[in-house]
């Protein structure tokens, strides 16, 4: 909204008499680009009844991002995501995995061409800067695990010509590619596999920035390492402020900035503060599941028993979560470390992501107090809020191109 | 359009005072469920400026089907076709067709999406019938070429997932699966490759209709032998009306219709009527292309001293071409030879189709005229139009099924 928000500013300056008036933090957010690098939003689209135009509640359905409430949260678009759950690393699992990804691809382009009117798929920054300035919201797509390229890495090819500009090699399991930080069997490849490595060379020969989040530290290390374009680490944190396999070290944190790369923090509580494992409410809440149906499914007429049950169970097994103090510590700590240019946000929104204070897409202006409150200016938010990772994604391209 | 025009007809009736009123041949188009197997359109959704839901003109453009055509031609859907050249038939050339089919594939969804208030993807038989009656386009999807399957047939089913519904093995060229009709190097595996009796046999086991129009007749007769449901020859002719590799003798004809299958005549000029190869006329064409870009693409105003110098190519190289007695002959000895169940029509509309007095989808009104004078019931022009297709793809998915 960065023209409108200009303009906006312009006509509040002549009306003043031309007085400097700082602008607000709700004004701040409006003139950056806003985007997030880790919508998992495309698990919603084939869901009876749903649909992205409409406006849900958080508290109500548990979903996190759609079209009313990306306007209301001043959010230019985002990285929608392909996430495909690793079934296993066998001919047959590499066809489930290939099938899947193509399939979710597909919704996504399928959303685009239906609401051609407020989506548009981008395939690089100035598409993205384009869509702004046209007022429709831009659609990266992402592909989260690279078990569908596991049996045959000339599909990279294919999704990155269904419009594919972001890829990650793994997620909470070890594949073919590389090691998982949060495998329970621990390392299997020390980092990435042959295979692996050869995603890295494809992904930088094609211009696809490479997104090691949920890669264990020596295969981050190992991209870092081995890729000729910086990475952006579209949702982790950082181990100094909260020591969890999913947040990164501060020497691998200053490897991906030396490198030019984003980590884009994420806002997803379990990976921020101790979160005790309670068997008894996870059962209960997998048997609330079994009755009702997952949240964003349950009927109409059976939400308000549903809601009475899940409420009964989060006060009978209570699990701290993570707030907006935990979230800034995060943020602060890779400013500090490492500077402005190397940090953005995720909310892991629609895959379990959002904390007390960042639920979804409509609190960010929130977050954009709490950065301007802690001395951020207009060029940081911008920056922080869309810059960096279009910035990164220029770079991978302009690498690709040579 | 069936229930608009009953109910039309039934104010007809009413007005005329309940006197039986014999229905005009438009009255009976409108009646019947009609569409095409074989819309090669598809190739046009890329092209800049071009879009289905504007009116374009034959004599103009070349383009023979768009939804106001489809409208004031009554035609109430059809199979939109994903043709892959075949390439070659290495591991580069597999790629690259899986790819291309891909992509095709998703520009027709990406198009029923983007217009969903228009067209519609359909699967099933009743899902067209459900079109028809909500005014809707229906879109069934063909892979025309089975080479994007020929480097790992297991891509029939992400094809499957994605909505196609029918496919031929093979077009102008042999290739891993069959021998073609036309190959000039003649056949290769005898029909059938050993992948190919595999295609069949997997296309039988997901309930996708086998489209043998381009095969070899060898290939055809092995289709015939080996598959377990009806097949349709979407856009073929019958070689006692006209010898030519493109159409089937009668001992195939029948064979095809002892197993349910229906043919489709193709209204395509050259495998109608003798045809010299006139090198001249090709050469004179194939520079005008070079100095215009294909006829669909030539700018606007370039458009006139486009269509003067191919006419002046035309009046100086003339080719016979086929016309509506011709198409009626073929179609007639169909009917004679195995019956009204077993038969139906393509343009073969953007894929070289069309003959004289059908040029694109607005004529085909004009040949149901044509089909009354012979003696055409209602129901005849139903199973003729849409009838006879839908009922082997419902024989199709019931034989999956089982």
Known sequence: MFRRALLASFLVLAASGAHAQAPTPAQMHERAIVLDTHFDTPANFSARGWS????????????????????????????????????????VADMWSRDHALLRTVEILEMTARHHEHFVLVTTADEARAAVAEGRKFVFISLENGAPLAGDLSLMQTFYRLGVRMMGPVHFANNDLADSSTDPAGPEWGGLSEKGRAFVRHANDLGIVIDPSHASDAALDQMLELSRAPLVLSHSGVKAVYDHPRNIPDDLLRKLADKGGVIQVNAFSGYMVETP???????????????????????????????????????????????????????????????????????????GGGIEGLEDVTTFPALTERLVAAGFTQSDLDKFWGGNVLRVMEQVQAAAAR
Request: charged share 30%; aromatic share 6%.
């Open 277 to 351: 494992r309670i068997p008894e409410r996870n059962a209960a809440l997998i048997a609330l599941t079994e009755k009702y149906g997952p949240q964003r499914d349950v009927k109409p007429e059976q939400r308000e028993a549903y809601l009475a049950e899940r409420a009964a169970i989060e006060a009978k097994y209570p699990l701290p979560r993570a707030n907006m103090d935990d979230l800034m510590q995060h943020i602060l700590h890779v400013v500090e470390t490492v500077g402005i240019d190397h940090v953005g946000l995720s909310g892991d929104f629609d895959g």
């Open 52 to 91: 992205i135009m409409d406006r849900h509640d958080y508290a109500v359905d548990g979903t996190q991002v759609d079209y009313p409430r990306m306007v209301e949260g001043g959010v230019d678009g985002g990285v929608f995501v392909v996430f495909t759950p690793q079934r296993g690393r066998d001919v």
